[in-house]
Every structure is written in C-alpha cells, then in structure tokens.
C-alpha cells in the first residue's frame, strides 16, 4: 500500500496547490496528487506537478557545487567543495564592497519558488550588509496597482465562493492552463447553479473554448469595454444606486464621465461588435450572483494598470459584493498577516540602501545612471529563484551585461540554466520535496507549511543555508543566520499570532479568510470605506504622470506601423510556468518546439504556412521560429506561448529579446504583450 505525505506546490502560481506526494524510499517520490480534503485544492492539479516526480529525480539536476573554468556561458565547470565555493562567493562580495562599496553587491531573486523562507530570506543580505535591494516589478506589479487605485488593497471576494454564482466573467486569464482549480469552482457552479461562463482573451484559448460566451477584444482594450458596460448599466437601470451612495465615491461624478462611452464607442476600440457589447452588459447587468476573476493577463500592456482598475469598478457599479458569489477577485495577498520581520532581517539596519528594477536588469548591468540610481555599478550578484536570462525583458542587454567579465555572479539554481551557464560559481538547490517551508498565495486563501517528504538530492543545499551560510561568512552575527529553517517558521508564526508549526502542520492548512470581510460589507480598504471610481494613482505610484482618473481607454500602448505590423502577446504555454518545466519530458513532449500562432488572413498577406520558419523581429532583436496559422487569435496580432530557453530557437536567444523594458506606469513592471513586431518567412 503507498504511503503518502503532505506538501505544498513551491511555483509561481495564485493556487499554492496542498499535494499528497507518494513516497517510495526515503529518496524517491512517486506520484503526485492534490489534496482532497482542501477546498480549494479538492484534489485537482495541474498536468506540470503531477508529474513532479520527473523533476525531482531528473537526471540533468545539478549535484555538486562548481566553479566556472571555460568562457561565460560555456557551461564549462568544475566540481568543488561547498567550503572552496561559499569561501569564493564570500571573498568576491568583500571585495567588491572593498572597492566600489555595499551596494555593488546585488541578491537578485524572483519567485522560482513561492516558499517565504526560501524565496526571500535572501533580503537578510541586504538588510544586513547594506547590498542593493530589489524592486519586484516582473509580475504583479502593474496589477496590483491598478486594483488598489479602487479597491485600496489586494484582496477580493473569496475564490471558493465562485461555487454559489450564476455569471462567472474570466478576464484576461487562460485558467485551464494556469489555474486549473479555478475550473473546478467554474464546473461546480455552472452543475449546482447553472451559472454562465463568460471568457473575456483576445486568443481563442482552452478555457474561451469552454465558454458560454467568449469576447476576443483586441488586446489592451479591456478598460473600454469596462467602461461601456458601465455605460449600459447607468442607462439601463442597473446600478444600484443605494450601494452607490453608501460605499462608493463620485458615483455621480463617473456617470457623467461615462455619458459617452457607448458600446458603439468601444465597438470601435475593442473590435467586439456592438451587439456582443450589448449582450454582455445585459448579462453582467441583470445578474446578481456575478463574480469576475481578473488574470494577470491583461495587465502586461502599457495601459495595464488603468485597465484592471477599470474593470475592478464594475461590481461596485452593480453592487454585486452584496451577494453571495458576487463581486471581484484579482488576488488575496493581503489577507495573510505573515510578520516577515526574522525572514527579511527587516531589524538589521542596513536597510536603507537603494532598490534596484529587477525588469531594468539589462539596462543596469549595462550601468545606466538613471537606472544605478546615482550608486555605483553592480559587480557582485547572487541570483536565486529565477532565471534572468529567460524570463526578463531586453535580453541582448541582459545577456551582455551577465556575460561581462568585471562581473562575479553566483547562481543557486536546480538545473543548467542559461543562467546558470554564466556563473562563476554554480551551486545545487534542493527542490520543495527537500526542505521545510511556509506558504502564502496570491490565489486563494490558505496558509500552508511543508517539510521535507525526501532527503536532499545529492550535495544539493537549500537556499536558506546558503542565505545563512553566507551571512556568516560575511561578518554578521545575527542570529537569523544562525538558526534553521524549522525554526525560522516556529518562530515567524510566533511573531504573526498564526498557530505554531506543529499544529499547522498537523492540520496541513489554515483557512484566513476567516473572520476576513471579503466582500467589504463593512467598506473598502481605503480610510472612507468607499471605493473609488476617480483614482488617485499618486496613492499607488510615483510615476503617475498623465494617467487618467477616471475609468476607460488610455490609448498609450505600442502602435504598430508600416515597418512593425503586428502586436505581439506572449502568454504561458500549458506545460511550462515561466521558464521552469522546460526541462520535463512529459511538458516538451506536449509542448514540442516554439511556435507563433498567425491569422489566416496575416498569414496569407505574408505568403507564410503552418510547419514554416519564420523571423519575427523589432529594433530590440530578433527570433526564428515555426509558424501556426490558426483563426485562435485576432487579424494583426501574433502569439508566442511559454518562455522556451534560448537554445529552442535558431539565435540562441528566447521571445523576450522582443520585449522593451520600459517601466509601465504607475509603478513599474514589464508590457510583455505589447511589443510591436515585423514578421517574414526565414
């Protein structure tokens, strides 16, 4: 009979799934599957994780600590001692803040896994020893800001309560490939209620083909179509106007902005005809139960932030936060009350040093003023958790800047990145089967700890030890170098009033949506209560500059042009997450080569077939890949899905080389599917 254990999904997904892993010896797992008892979770997983054990126990993972012998990027090693390898990373950071100061130092690190402990104890450094901090805008930045402009912080109605809806709108999210519990909250409701599924993407994705109806608007068009649906619910009587008045602000105000954005008006924005337009607003607005879960999605445009905020208005136009399975969702950070004070060092005292862009890593390592912020150039990096090479935007300036020899950089990785290939020393990571770890979510409501099912793969080391490891060898005497990962949890939840960790992890969740006003009966998070339809984005980011108050279309994405005619998107592939899964056997079975996915119509305009090579380029770069002509997306627009390394296209460098940049307002963040590109047969 299999002997099963409990753990917790470590990637960069909103649903944190609860897992039941199958334990074969003490150093094999076998399969994997959600937790069942979780309602959240209720047993289902994604494709990816399920076949977790082909990670874990993959035969290219890394074993042993190295240092760099051939050429930057050769991926020429070799093998040493972890004392010879942690001595050189030590030396290398004394030695450069001996020269040009602290902040030459940079740990640099992103969500390769969402752990607390092992994801952001690397900022003990920083607050520690005065290196370089790191501004987080590769992901939700964009979003979050856009969201909190009304609703004032990131929580909304609970996702499990989708259950007991009549219309579910999916915006800007492709859940079947990315949110796989999501669908099985759709499915409960549309068997127990009947509930209508609404799926607003400008590609014909897997979960728009499970739609009962399906808005392809052209992309970063979302807030006009918020702002016509609005439109219609002021003209036709579907505002409630006595929610207005008790929890909202310049109802009255927003009305008359709105006058003239007609669904004729965003016909011509969106690309949706009138009727369809029409229709939905109907729908939305004579629907009570309605609960939007916005995606991520549709906020990696220029006008990203100002469109979330639009469509965030829209249950409050309708009061549909009164009802059961009504209301909005965009994410649930802010209903866990984690103190990360230990996890961070937040008390050490250096913590006041400059905060470097993440996204602008390109542009730094390259030693832009504006971008080093006055400080001195970066000579030092520890890159944990992510995989720059891949994921970040500008890839010619970040594969310069990583390749440049003035450079030390370790990377802390499980497999051979293309990161991992510039290091000058390489070091092995442990994978969430092999270390303990606590877990927030940015999708759902539980709190969730894990321990070590299997032990440690090889000579691989977790990325608290080398934190704590380093720190030491650094000079500081804190004790959070000190202590083990156990006992950093122990105490964390301590310090945040949670249970203690036996417990939580007896009872393997805890649910903190209790006692949480989800729905914000008693007002929402800003000092009002009162929801704001004329944002102050000066409350949510400094660059605010020119930024529309009130809901709509902020025309300031990319224009295509004679020479660039086509808006680019490039949305995660099914069997990847970011750049992780790229190594199964199962995800590049399914996935099998990049592609871009062509109109009909473009296709035939360009003289280009399915199965042929293609080049698609702008002023930053270009890729050589296979075309996919299909009808799944709009005329004028192409997809590329998933981040494939850089050695899966002919140039030996990914998508993102096409990608700017430049930070989106109010707050920074990358424009990942507003990119403008011109395309020709290879």
Same mark, same amino acid.
């Given at each position: 009979?299999?002997?099963?254990?409990?753990?917790?999904?470590?990637?960069?997904?909103p =649903?944190?799934?609860?897992l039941?892993?199958?334990?074969?010896?003490?150093n094999t797992?076998?399969?994997?599957?959600?937790?069942? #008892?979780n309602?959240?979770t209720?047993?289902v997983?994604?494709?990816?994780?399920?076949?977790?054990?082909?990670?874990?126990?993959?035969?290219?993972r890394?074993r042993?600590?190295?240092?760099?012998?051939?050429?930057k990027? =050769?991926?020429?090693?070799?093998?040493?001692?972890?004392?010879?390898a942690?001595?050189?990373?030590?030396?290398?950071?004394?030695q450069?803040?001996?020269?040009?100061?602290?902040? =030459?130092?940079w740990?640099?690190y992103?969500?390769?896994t969402?752990?607390?402990?092992?994801?952001d104890?690397i900022i003990?450094?920083?607050?520690?020893l005065g290196y370089?901090?790191?501004l987080?805008?590769i992901?939700?930045?964009?979003?979050?800001?856009?969201w909190t402009?009304?609703?004032g912080? !990131?929580?909304g109605?609970?996702?499990?309560?989708m259950r007991? /809806? +009549?219309?579910?709108?999916?915006?800007?999210?492709?859940?079947?490939?990315?949110q796989?519990?999501?669908?099985?909250l759709?499915a409960q409701? $549309?068997?127990e209620?009947g509930a209508?599924?609404v799926?607003i993407?400008?590609?014909?994705?897997?979960?728009?083909?499970k739609?009962?109806?399906?808005l392809a608007?052209?992309?970063?068009?979302?807030?006009a179509?918020?702002?016509?649906?609005?439109?219609?619910?002021?003209?036709?009587g579907?505002?409630d106007r @006595?929610?207005?008045?008790? %929890?909202?602000n @310049?109802?009255?105000?927003?009305?008359?902005?709105?006058?003239?954005?007609?669904p004729?008006w965003?016909?011509?924005?969106?690309?949706l005809t009138?009727?369809q337009?029409?229709?939905?607003?109907?729908?939305?607005g004579?629907? $009570?139960?309605s609960?939007?879960r916005?995606?991520?999605g549709?906020?990696?445009?220029r006008?990203?932030a100002?469109?979330?905020f639009?469509?965030a208005?829209?249950?409050?136009?309708?009061?549909?936060?009164?009802?059961?399975?009504g209301g909005?969702?965009l994410?649930t /950070?802010?209903?866990?009350?984690?103190?990360k004070?230990?996890?961070?060092g937040?008390?050490?005292?250096? #913590?006041n040093?400059?905060?470097l862009?993440?996204?602008?890593i390109?542009?730094?390592?390259?030693?832009?003023?504006?971008?080093l912020?006055?400080?001195?150039p !970066?000579?030092?990096?520890?890159?944990?958790?992510?995989?720059?090479?891949?994921?970040?935007?500008? &890839?010619q300036?970040?594969?310069? #800047?990583?390749?440049?020899?003035?450079?030390?950089?370790?990377?802390?990785?499980?497999?051979?990145?293309?990161?991992?290939?510039?290091a @000058?020393?390489?070091?092995?990571?442990?994978?969430?089967?092999e270390?303990?770890?606590?877990?927030?979510?940015?999708?759902?409501?539980?709190?969730?700890?894990?321990?070590?099912?299997? $032990?440690?793969?090889?000579?691989?080391r =977790?990325?608290?030890e080398?934190?704590c490891e380093l720190?030491?060898r650094?000079?500081?005497?804190?004790?959070s170098f000190?202590?083990d990962?156990?006992?950093m949890?122990e105490?964390s939840?301590a310090?945040s009033?949670? *249970?203690?960790?036996a417990?939580?992890?007896?009872?393997?969740?805890l649910?903190?949506?209790?006692?949480?006003?989800?729905? %914000?009966t008693?007002?929402f998070?800003?000092? +009002?209560?009162?929801?704001?339809f004329?944002a102050?984005?000066?409350?949510?980011?400094?660059?605010?500059?020119?930024?529309?108050?009130?809901?709509?279309?902020?025309?300031?994405?990319i224009?295509?042009?004679?020479?660039?005619?086509y808006?680019?998107t490039?949305?995660?592939?099914?069997?990847?997450?970011?750049?992780?899964?790229?190594q199964?056997?199962?995800?590049?079975k399914k996935?099998?080569?990049p592609l871009?996915?062509v109109?009909?119509?473009?296709? $035939?305009?360009?003289n280009? /077939?399915?199965g042929?090579?293609?080049? &698609?380029?702008?002023?930053l770069?270009a890729?050589?890949?296979?075309a996919?002509v299909k009808?799944?997306?709009? *005329?004028?627009?192409?997809?590329?899905r998933?981040?494939? *390394?850089? @050695?899966a296209?002919?140039g030996?460098v990914?998508?993102?080389?096409?990608?700017g940049?430049?930070?989106?307002?109010?707050?920074g963040?990358?424009?990942?599917?507003?990119a403008a590109?011109?395309?020709r047969?290879?």
């Amino acid at each position: 009979m299999s002997t099963y254990k409990a753990s917790v999904c470590p990637h960069d997904c909103p =649903s944190a799934c609860a897992l039941e892993v199958e334990i074969l010896d003490e150093n094999t797992i076998g399969r994997v599957r959600g937790a069942k #008892g979780n309602n959240y979770t209720q047993g289902v997983l994604c494709t990816k994780v399920a076949k977790y054990a082909e990670r874990v126990h993959h035969p290219d993972r890394l074993r042993e600590p190295m240092v760099r012998v051939g050429q930057k990027g =050769s991926g020429e090693f070799k093998v040493v001692s972890w004392d010879v390898a942690l001595t050189r990373v030590a030396d290398e950071f004394k030695q450069a803040t001996e020269e040009t100061g602290a902040e =030459s130092v940079w740990p640099y690190y992103y969500a390769g896994t969402m752990g607390q402990i092992q994801r952001d104890g690397i900022i003990r450094l920083k607050n520690a020893l005065g290196y370089s901090g790191m501004l987080k805008t590769i992901c939700t930045q964009i979003a979050y800001a856009g969201w909190t402009a009304g609703v004032g912080a !990131v929580r909304g109605a609970d996702p499990r309560d989708m259950r007991n /809806s +009549d219309l579910i709108v999916i915006w800007g999210c492709n859940a079947v490939a990315t949110q796989i519990n999501l669908m099985k909250l759709v499915a409960q409701a $549309q068997h127990e209620r009947g509930a209508t599924l609404v799926v607003i993407d400008p590609a014909t994705t897997g979960t728009a083909k499970k739609a009962d109806m399906h808005l392809a608007l052209n992309p970063g068009t979302d807030g006009a179509l918020a702002a016509a649906v609005m439109h219609c619910a002021f003209r036709d009587g579907r505002a409630d106007r @006595d929610y207005l008045t008790r %929890f909202t602000n @310049d109802a009255q105000g927003l009305e008359q902005e709105l006058a003239d954005k007609t669904p004729t008006w965003a016909a011509q924005i969106t690309g949706l005809t009138v009727e369809q337009i029409e229709q939905f607003a109907d729908l939305y607005g004579r629907t $009570q139960r309605s609960f939007i879960r916005l995606g991520i999605g549709f906020s990696r445009s220029r006008n990203g932030a100002h469109n979330i905020f639009s469509v965030a208005c829209l249950p409050a136009i309708t009061g549909a936060w009164q009802h059961p399975g009504g209301g909005a969702l965009l994410g649930t /950070s802010a209903i866990f009350k984690l103190d990360k004070s230990l996890i961070e060092g937040m008390r050490l005292g250096n #913590g006041n040093s400059r905060n470097l862009d993440m996204s602008r890593i390109g542009a730094i390592l390259a030693g832009q003023p504006e971008d080093l912020k006055g400080g001195p150039p !970066v000579k030092a990096m520890l890159i944990q958790n992510t995989n720059p090479m891949a994921v970040a935007p500008d &890839l010619q300036k970040v594969h310069q #800047g990583l390749a440049r020899e003035d450079l030390f950089v370790c990377v802390h990785e499980q497999f051979m990145t293309e990161t991992a290939k510039m290091a @000058d020393v390489l070091l092995p990571a442990t994978t969430c089967m092999e270390h303990h770890d606590i877990y927030t979510s940015y999708g759902q409501v539980h709190l969730q700890v894990s321990e070590p099912v299997i $032990q440690a793969y090889a000579n691989c080391r =977790s990325n608290h030890e080398v934190i704590c490891e380093l720190g030491r060898r650094l000079g500081s005497g804190d004790r959070s170098f000190q202590i083990d990962a156990k006992s950093m949890i122990e105490e964390s939840l301590a310090l945040s009033g949670y *249970p203690d960790y036996a417990t939580l992890l007896e009872q393997k969740w805890l649910d903190c949506a209790v006692g949480v006003d989800m729905q %914000f009966t008693e007002g929402f998070d800003w000092p +009002d209560g009162k929801f704001r339809f004329k944002a102050d984005w000066s409350a949510v980011g400094s660059d605010h500059a020119g930024m529309p108050s009130w809901p709509g279309h902020w025309d300031v994405t990319i224009k295509t042009s004679e020479d660039r005619p086509y808006r680019l998107t490039t949305p995660p592939a099914r069997y990847f997450l970011n750049s992780s899964f790229t190594q199964s056997p199962c995800a590049l079975k399914k996935e099998r080569r990049p592609l871009v996915t062509v109109h009909p119509l473009d296709a $035939q305009k360009a003289n280009i /077939s399915s199965g042929q090579r293609v080049e &698609l380029g702008n002023k930053l770069g270009a890729i050589t890949l296979h075309a996919e002509v299909k009808d799944s997306i709009r *005329p004028g627009v192409l997809e590329v899905r998933g981040v494939w *390394p850089g @050695d899966a296209f002919e140039g030996g460098v990914g998508v993102n080389v096409l990608i700017g940049a430049d930070a989106a307002k109010p707050n920074g963040g990358v424009a990942f599917h507003d990119a403008a590109v011109w395309m020709r047969p290879a």
